[in-house]
């Protein structure tokens, strides 16, 4: 699977959108792109997946450049609950492993 | 609606002694996949299985077995427990569709071991 580059950690305040970059250059056309968000010590939980369209649904946006390379997660109007470490992975949609890099942790200022 | 259920959700162990964890996954979801976390750390995978049959290995030491039953449950066996095995232990599940591949995994709460 190929390998992402995140930030190791942001900012937003409060009310805020958050807007999340990740780089994966070594993408390839069967990989999609996930992200994950881990709250301290509780189990990762999905955000958001896409192939090569935007997606959108009721927690974030995800929107992915043209050439696949690079991807940002949106979290519309950041809230201190959505302070937690947030991962991106790139994953063959028949894999069956997810792995984790670094994150990004977010911190939500009030 | 129903999630990933893991249990023990702590577990204190000896050195030397076996633990034994289990997750039961999401109805209907076939792959299960294993993680350990340690303190400051990220997860990294172990292993998963998809219909009862391993399907990928990580970094799942020797002393570290698991399997999936035909219920899709699935157990993590861990012998000659060291203090180092101490950490977070997450399952997840999904379920695999011909027309897409894998969807996307939900995690349980984990299991929290610790070795003194």
């Known amino acids: 699977d190929a390998k992402t580059t995140q930030p190791p950690s942001m900012d937003c305040a409060e009310g805020r959108a958050a807007n999340l970059p990740c780089n994966h250059s070594?993408?390839?056309?069967?990989?999609?792109v996930y992200w994950y968000r881990q709250i301290h010590s509780q189990g990762p939980q999905y955000i958001i997946h896409g192939l090569k369209n935007n997606e959108t649904n009721e927690m974030a946006s995800l929107i992915i450049t043209e050439d696949r390379k690079s991807s940002t997660l949106i979290l519309p109007h950041a809230t201190l609950r959505d302070t937690a470490v947030y991962y991106c992975i790139v994953r063959v949609g028949t894999g069956n492993q997810f792995y984790f890099g670094t994150g990004t942790s977010l911190t939500v200022i009030p | 609606a129903a999630g990933v259920i893991q249990s023990p959700r702590h577990l204190i162990k000896e050195k030397r002694e076996t633990a034994t964890l289990k997750c039961y996954p999401i109805?209907?979801?076939?792959?299960v996949y294993w993680y350990q976390q340690g303190p400051g750390q990220d997860p990294q995978f172990l292993i998963s299985?998809?219909?009862?049959?391993?399907?990928d290995k990580g970094s799942i030491p020797d002393r570290f077995s698991a399997q999936q039953f035909s219920d899709y449950h699935s157990e993590l066996n861990m012998s000659s427990l060291e203090l180092g095995d101490s950490a977070l232990y997450f399952c997840?599940?999904?379920?695999?569709?011909?027309?897409?591949?894998?969807?996307?995994?939900?995690f349980g709460q984990g299991t929290r071991l610790t070795v003194v």
């Open positions: 070594t993408i390839s056309g069967n990989e999609y």
């Open positions: 997840a599940s999904s379920f695999y569709s011909p027309g897409r591949g894998n969807t996307e995994a939900f």
């Open positions: 109805p209907r979801h076939d792959t």
């Open positions: 299985f998809y219909e009862k049959m391993q399907s």
